[in-house]
């Protein structure tokens, strides 16, 4: 018995140690991104990752809007460029988000090859850098969603950090912070979809 004991008491000892060390790691992607936003907190964002292995949903967002589904992809395009993307399936239909987790002064259009960001560095000084525009990425990924689900509704965001000012931003899609999500998913106006409907759609995107 003792020995049963001490070998279930190192295989918990083992696990929970493997927890810490991917949870170091998984913390500094988790800081200043997205994912606050979507799952409240970094526990249970941890314990989907890491525990459940399924990010797909949200005690956050099930609290917020009901039955959803949640798809995280990335595009990599010619320019070796990273737009990252988030879907969200709901009762609404589809909400889009193309994320962004740089911090600054953003300046430009969304004819624009790149931004402009201005921010402060930890030297005290503000330096300027040319940053991606995903808005083609973003309208592409668009008109996919689109052809495979042609009769739901589908909003679009760009989404990004609440230290990010875009108010010098011109985007043709409607930008937001990271903590207006979850009000932008709650005022859409659209036709209402059954939580059948709400998987069905999840499950048909991410067989494609």
Not at 98 to 121: H, I, P
């Amino acid at each position: 018995m003792d020995n049963m004991i001490l070998l279930v008491a190192t295989i918990l000892g083992v696990m929970v140690m493997a927890w810490v060390f991917q949870g170091i790691r998984l913390h500094k992607s988790y800081k200043g991104d997205i994912y606050a936003s979507l799952y409240g907190g970094f526990l249970p964002y941890f314990f989907r990752y890491v525990v459940f292995r399924d990010c797909s949903e949200s005690g956050l967002l099930r609290s917020q809007i009901g039955v959803h589904k949640l798809v995280f992809s990335v595009i990599n395009n010619e320019e070796k460029q990273r737009s990252r993307f988030c879907v969200i399936f709901y009762n609404k239909g589809i909400m889009v988000l193309c994320y962004d987790r740089v911090t600054g002064e953003y300046w430009g259009s969304s004819r624009d090859n790149s931004w402009n960001v201005k921010r402060t560095e930890a030297d005290g000084k503000q330096h300027l850098y040319r940053h991606y525009n995903p808005t083609k990425d973003m309208l592409a990924y668009l008109n996919r969603m689109a052809t495979v689900f042609p009769d739901v509704h589908i909003e679009a965001r760009m989404a990004f950090c609440d230290e990010a000012d875009f108010s010098h931003l011109h985007s043709d899609v409607k930008t937001i912070h990271f903590s207006d999500i979850c009000a932008e998913l709650r005022e859409v106006k659209a036709e209402f979809l059954s939580d059948d409907e709400v998987k069905a759609m999840y499950k048909r995107l991410i067989q494609k």
